[in-house]
């Protein structure tokens, strides 16, 4: 079993309804199990595309699912939730990515983890960092705290609904 970090995000409709179908969904998978959930935070659009907020938050999961396998698995949760893929960071009901996968460093052409993207994001790292700030991301030489701590602001990215269940695969409160 490999201990992975999936970064959500949503930003059509009923974003957190879409959230909480997709931690249901990873859960529901024989090959997943979602271990605890972060806080769910409101970012500010990423990228050049004008859109909504997003609804982000991290999942902590056990898998024994290949990186493509879990992958896959993934994309077929977005498909069913109507995800589509018609402008790149354009606006989605789903968006679910790997951001770690066990301490492993993996670059095929379908996908590069840790998430190429995992230390630039406050709206990923804010998350992460409740669920394992002291955990060492592959690659970038420091701990996710670490990492954060190298962000002057918090600009764009505050906190939406924590979490009342310490990090656990609970309910969310105000």
């Known amino acids: 079993m ?7 995000g949503s930003n059509l409709g009923d974003r957190e309804g879409y959230l909480t179908q997709a931690i249901a969904r990873l859960d529901e998978h024989p090959g997943i199990r979602v271990l605890r959930c972060s806080s769910i935070y409101e970012t500010e ?6 859109q909504g907020d997003f609804l982000n938050m991290v999942v902590e999961i056990a898998t024994a699912l290949s990186p493509e ?21 354009g606006p ?3 968006d679910l990515d790997i951001l770690l996968y066990g301490d ?5 052409e379908k996908l590069v983890v840790p998430h190429p993207e995992i230390a630039k994001r406050l709206f990923v ?7 394992a700030p002291d955990l060492a991301i592959p690659g970038i030489g420091q701990t996710v705290g ?15 609904k924590r979490n009342c269940g ?3 695969f609970a309910p969310f409160e105000n």
């Open 69 to 89: 396998a879990l992958l896959d698995a993934l994309q077929s949760i977005e498909n069913a939730l109507h995800r589509k893929r018609l402008v790149r960071w």
């Open 166 to 168: 310490a990090g656990e």
């Open 92 to 94: 989605r009901t789903i």
């Open 146 to 160: 670490e990492r954060l701590k190298k962000f002057r602001s918090v600009k764009g990215v505050r906190l939406w």
């Open 45 to 50: 659009p990423y990228g050049p595309v004008e």
């Open 2 to 8: 490999f201990k992975c970090y999936i970064g959500l």
């Open 104 to 108: 492993k460093m993996i670059e095929t």
């Open 125 to 131: 790292l804010m998350p992460l960092n409740e669920l």
